[in-house]
């Protein structure tokens, strides 16, 4: 491996990455079935099973590797669905990324940093509306550090509103720090961090990354690296498709989930595999050198879940809403909703405006009519925090995940926060749905478990609120 001044090394071995691919194109639908026979067990899947299913070409192998990845996720998730929303604390950036609206020389877009009373007032509103759970967003600049991300991170968990609560999940998606630096964000308790390689390509990143310190690719790859150090155990990594090849990108992800569960004992908590979409003055934005179809991203995503199937994947409101859906029931576990992207956004009437946002959104709909759809198709809104109060995080959660944990105490937890929303919340429409979805949900599980459902949902009724199994 060869390592740079810093004496990092790069995992990410191209020409390996590229054998794995070219050695499992034009595979026969006999290794095809075997291949998701094995899937079924869901233990997970080499990178050469990986790479054969990700370049399945045939429409009936395809709904085969559809079906299957429906009945791993069924089989591990249930029907339950976490709901989130990003906010965004800054787009003051000294990065040039090309692809990017917050790049440094897009002198056409209003920058931004919010203060802490902008921060409370737009974590007031989020809060009004239902949200659990956020995901702070940061463009990276040299006047704000760790210290500075750590105090807009107690301001979002100190702002607690009388009659929506407080925000009880802060994740965090800001450039990478040293260990100290990720060592500061543990200490104020967030939750996952987030950090996108974006591409895995070194020849690619490095032309489309061409000043400010996200430049350096490898200090970008061992971030993960010092954030698990540092004591942060949930991480979540993604690319960005539409830079480079999508197999190239997408096994070169997985080698380095298996770098980081080889190091750490676990490996990430979160993936995420957003699509470039149109930026302001980005070019490349507007027309991606590498385009992936709806049908390839489906069947990357499907693939995923079949490779890593105890590990969530996130799908952003860059998507619209039909391929939101079916990307649901193929393996996504975890959705933005009711998202704006760009500081302020939330206080602001006229959200869709190309001048100040990172990217278009593909999905406008608020929280309430994300829900209403959901639950239409049999999916519970879930925005439970149990497990990282509880210490139940990283290795740990793995190791429950793995003993059926999911279904036995996060899908009845899903139940009792979506019982929150509906008291507290919800639309006319929204309420009748939702109370009735519950009902019929209350049957399933253990008959322990039902009676204390039962008991708590009465609980939240009569206005507790927080509880879980």
Known sequence: MKTDINGLENFIETQKVWDIVHRNAHADSARVCDILAKAEEAKGLTLDETACLLQVDDPELNEKIFETAAKVKQ??????????????????????????????????????????????????ILEGIGHKRLLLVYGEHPKFGADWIAETVKTVYETV??????????????????V?????????????????????????????????????????????????????DDVGMGTLLGL?????????LLTHAQELEKRFGVGPHTL???????????????????????????????????AVPFTGLILSTRENEEMRRQLLDVGVSQLSAGSRTYPGA??????????????????????????????????????????????????????????????????PNALLTFSEYLQDY????????????????????????????????????????????
């Open 180 to 232: 100290e630096g990720f060592r500061t964000l543990h200490d104020v308790g967030i939750g996952t961090y987030q950090c996108f390689q974006e591409t895995y390509h070194p020849q690619t990143y490095t032309k489309l990354h061409p000043r400010g310190h996200k430049k350096h690719f490898l200090w970008r790859l061992h971030a993960m690296h010092r954030a698990m150090e540092a004591g942060i």
């Open 346 to 411: 939330y206080s602001d009437p006229n959200f869709d405006r190309p001048e100040v946002q990172q990217f278009c959104v593909g999905d406008n709909r608020s929280l309430d009519e994300v829900i209403q759809e959901i639950v239409g198709h049999g999916y519970v809104p879930s925005w439970c925090t149990a497990c990282y109060r509880e210490g139940r995080t990283g290795e740990e959660f793995m190791k429950l995940a793995k003993n059926g944990f999911i279904q036995k105490f996060c899908s």
């Open 272 to 306: 995420s595999f957003p699509r470039l979409e149109p930026a302001l003055n980005s070019d490349i934005a507007f027309n991606p050198p590498y385009p992936i179809s709806d049908s390839q991203f489906k069947r990357l995503v499907a693939v995923l879940r079949l």
């Open 161 to 178: 509103t009388e009659k929506s609560g407080e925000i009880r999940r802060v994740n965090i998606n800001c450039a990478p720090l040293d």
């Open 75 to 124: 089989a591990i998730y249930g029907n339950r669905v976490v709901l989130f929303a990003p906010l965004y604390i800054t787009n003051e950036c000294s990065n040039r990324c090309a692809y990017c609206g917050f790049k440094d020389t897009n002198t056409d877009l209003v920058r931004r940093t919010l203060s802490p009373e902008e921060i409370r007032q737009e974590v007031s």
């Open 426 to 469: 919800a639309s006319e429409k929204t309420c009748v749905a939702g109370h009735a979805f519950i009902q019929k949900e209350i049957g399933k599980g253990s008959d322990a478990n039902r009676k204390l459902l039962v008991e708590r949902l009465t609980r939240i009724e009569q206005g507790e609120r927080d509880l879980y199994l």
């Open 244 to 252: 480079y090849d999508y197999r190239f990108d997408t096994i070169a």
